[in-house]
């Protein structure tokens, strides 16, 4: 939880100079659907991602924001929340290369606790996310662009099963427990995504 704080007053810090200016950056957002691709213990997996990035555009190559959207592994659904950053690197062409990069955490917010017949406990907790992107984008004639990617995405995350010793236990006490089991499950991803700016 320390670590979520930090990281929400680190977003507020980067976002006040930017109101204290007092000129008017333009804002820019950049929606994508895609595929996150990997292996795991359990053989190879071929996963959906959204993901929006909506920031401001600093200069004609760079530009900072925020991300979040949604990454299903599975039955398991991750809520990316990221500072990132893009950058152009020939922003005077029609076809255009960029680059960016996220560092963030992936919440298990959608997640539930589930309670089996035999008053076992299985619940899942986020991690720390971090992504690096390469791609190409296309300028149309109102100047938004056509965007197609590739990504780099690693997914920290906590899968954890326990048998309660009594009613309503805490999940930080371990005197709460009979039995407690932690797995941290490590997603590295190879993500391809298309995707529309403005």
């Given at each position: 939880m320390k670590n979520l704080y930090l990281f929400f007053l680190t977003a507020f810090i980067f976002s006040c100079p930017l109101i204290s200016m007092g000129q008017d950056l333009p804002f820019v957002s950049h929606s994508e659907?895609?595929?996150l691709t990997g292996r795991d213990n359990f053989g190879s997996r071929t996963n959906f991602t959204f993901q929006t990035f909506n920031?401001?555009?600093l200069n004609r190559r760079h530009a900072v924001g925020f991300v979040t959207g949604l990454d299903q592994y599975g039955n398991y659904s991750v809520l990316p929340l990221a500072l990132g950053w893009r950058v152009v690197l020939n922003p005077q062409n029609k076809?255009?290369?960029?680059?960016g990069g996220e560092l963030g955490y992936g919440s298990a917010i959608f997640e539930r606790l589930e309670i089996n017949e035999?008053?076992?406990h299985n619940w899942r907790k986020g991690g720390m996310m971090a992504q690096g992107t390469i791609g190409l984008r296309f300028q149309n004639k109102r100047s938004n662009f056509w965007t197609l990617s590739f990504s780099l995405k690693r997914q920290i995350s906590y899968f954890y099963n326990g048998n309660p010793s009594r009613l309503s236990p805490n999940r930080m006490r371990p005197e709460d427990w009979n039995y407690f089991e932690e797995d941290k499950v490590t997603f590295n991803n190879l993500v391809y995504r298309i995707?529309?700016?403005f």
């Open positions: 659907i895609g595929v920031g401001v555009q076809w255009q290369v960029y680059g035999w008053d076992q995707g529309y700016s």
